[in-house]
Nanobody
Framework: QVQLVESGGGLVQAGGSLRLSCAAS????????GGWYRQAPGKQREFIAT???????NYADSVKGRFTISRDNAKNTVYLQMNSLKPEDTAVYYC?????????WGQGTQVTVSS
């Protein structure tokens, strides 16, 4: 059974930093595409970043230069380092992994950025 568990969310002031973690069980991140998405109140879920099995990364324009996605193969964990946070980054952040058969989602972690 695949399980993705996010952690690291919280309340931070604008300009601050947070690092989100997504630990996987039942699936191996380095063989698949790992990613982060977010959903703000009243808005659709949006793409933030992905990392492929080869380590290639891709980012939404809104976070490029501020957020960094990475992976620790030994810990089977994907991270999202978030710097220079803005109030508009406030959302529930979800971890995602895409396999050939389907994709999986974590339960989400709340990030709140105060102005």
């Amino acid at each position: 059974q695949v399980q993705l568990v996010e952690s690291g969310g919280g309340l931070v002031q604008a300009g601050g930093s947070l690092r989100l973690s997504c630990a996987a069980s039942g699936i191996i991140f380095r063989y698949n595409v790992g990613g982060w998405y977010r959903q703000a109140p009243g808005k659709q879920r949006e793409f933030i970043a992905t990392i492929t099995s080869s380590g290639s990364t891709n980012y939404a324009d809104s976070v490029k230069g501020r957020f960094t996605i990475s992976r620790d193969n030994a810990k089977n964990t994907v991270y999202l380092q978030m710097n220079s946070l803005k109030p508009e980054d406030t959302a529930v952040y979800y971890c995602n992994v895409v396999t050939r058969e389907r994709d999986y989602w974590g339960q989400g972690t709340q990030v709140t950025v105060s102005s």
